[in-house]
């Protein structure tokens, strides 16, 4: 079963259209996707590449694995400032219809060249449906301790939605963990003990930005807005939930000067 054919079956006719094969980071399309900002993400282009009626948007899943992400209706583009170079900001509205694809069907596209806008008519019939999932695609179930690795925009998702999974195991620890600025590469070390423990910590963060650290706040305070989106965070040590603060605040300061977070990071103290 082709895409298109199902699109169609919707009662939707796309025509003059692209093919977005989404790819990039900071944030990657599928974070922005989880987050609802998708068509404002692919809305800001640095070239006029939807000179078009509609866009068809795929997401890259890895390897031939793309996810549907809805089809748009081109309202318009104007020149805007994405610094440090010029860009395109184009208006677009999602085209209703699709609930029941956007977000669950899974294509195989055997895409092996770069470019990604592409002629809807050329490649259309290479959109393969393999399979459709039974909910929306969102962050998934809890990895592990040893696995957690998340953006800024992937924590304020598992925050805004309860992820269930997550908090039940976040909420049940205590430990140190750690924030890198991936725009610069410096670390914060941090810790988070009683209450909720880990989760209860980087809810603050995900509703701040900076969760009260003054480090931290000094730092998004002479950057731009967005700066926080560059923060990455992982757990270095879990610990048991009851431990005392004295033993956490310990394994943090171990952490501290094993990184050197206070000499060449954003530690303070």
């Not at 692919?42 to 070239?47: C, H, I, L, V």
Request: charged share 20%.
């Amino acid at each position: 079963m082709k895409l298109i054919d199902l699109i169609k079956l919707a009662g939707v006719n796309v025509e003059d259209f692209k093919i977005h094969c989404a790819t990039g980071a900071n944030p990657t399309p599928l974070e922005a996707f989880f987050d609802g900002s998708f068509r404002q993400w692919q809305e800001q282009q640095n070239q006029k590449n939807f000179q078009c009626k509609h866009i068809l948007s795929l997401i890259h899943l890895g390897g031939t694995r793309w996810l549907f992400a809805g089809v748009y209706e081109v309202l318009g583009v104007a020149p805007g400032k994405w610094k440090p170079t010029t860009c395109y900001m184009y208006s677009t509205r999602e085209i209703d219809g699709l609930d029941d694809l956007t977000g669950r069907a899974i294509v195989e596209f055997k895409k092996n060249f770069r470019a990604s806008y592409l002629r809807g008519k050329k490649y259309v019939r290479q959109l393969n449906m393999i399979a459709i999932i039974e909910q929306r695609m969102t962050i998934g179930d809890f990895p592990g301790f040893n696995s957690i690795l998340l953006s800024h925009r992937m924590l304020q998702t598992l925050v805004r939605e309860h992820n269930p999974s997550w908090r039940a195991a976040l909420s049940n620890v205590a430990g140190v963990y750690l924030i890198t600025d991936t725009f610069t590469g410096k670390h914060y070390v941090g810790s988070a003990y009683g209450g909720e423990g880990i989760w209860q910590r980087w809810t603050a963060y995900a509703t701040t930005g900076h969760g009260g650290n003054k480090e931290l706040r000094d730092l998004l305070k002479n950057e731009e807005p967005h700066h926080v989106n560059f923060f990455q965070y992982t757990l270095l040590e879990v610990c048991d939930i009851n431990s005392s603060d004295e033993q956490i605040i310990a394994r943090e300061n171990h952490w501290k000067k094993a990184l050197r977070s206070r000499e060449f990071g954003l530690n303070r103290n």
